[in-house]
């Protein structure tokens, strides 16, 4: 299996940026791909962003598109997100998870880190 933590979250005023990492351990050898999804109280989780591990592929949601980048480091198994030009609605927990070869969806998740940013 897969072990995932995330890091970097915290306060943040409206407008400024915050760089959040995922740190991957055990079975890393087959990851797919790893993503960024975030939950804001009393909501759904939804998807922020993903790459996949072979070529670096993107996919952002439309409301962060612009203002977040997803990077990745496979020597590391480590991902990362650069959140700038934040606003109060980004707030929310933020999760890392990853996809497996052979494995539909997302089957390893991390604990969440929160992200919180003030008017």
């Known amino acids: 299996q897969v072990q995932l933590v995330e890091s970097g979250g915290g306060l943040v005023q409206a407008g400024g940026s915050l760089r959040l990492s995922c740190a991957a351990s055990?079975?890393?050898?087959?990851?797919?791909?790893m993503g960024w999804f975030r939950q804001a109280p009393d909501k759904e989780r939804d998807f922020v962003t993903s790459?996949?591990?072979?070529?670096?592929?993107?996919s952002y949601a439309d409301s962060v598109k612009g203002r977040f980048t997803i990077s990745r480091d496979n020597a590391k198994n480590m991902v990362y997100l650069q959140m700038n030009s934040l606003k109060p609605e980004d707030t929310a927990v933020y999760y890392c998870?990853?996809?497996?070869?052979?494995?539909?969806?997302?089957?390893?998740w991390g604990p969440g880190t929160q992200v919180t940013v003030s008017s």
């Open positions: 790459i996949t591990w072979s070529d670096g592929s993107t």
């Open positions: 998870a990853v996809r497996v070869l052979g494995v539909r969806g997302y089957k390893y």
């Open positions: 055990g079975r890393t050898f087959n990851i797919n791909a």
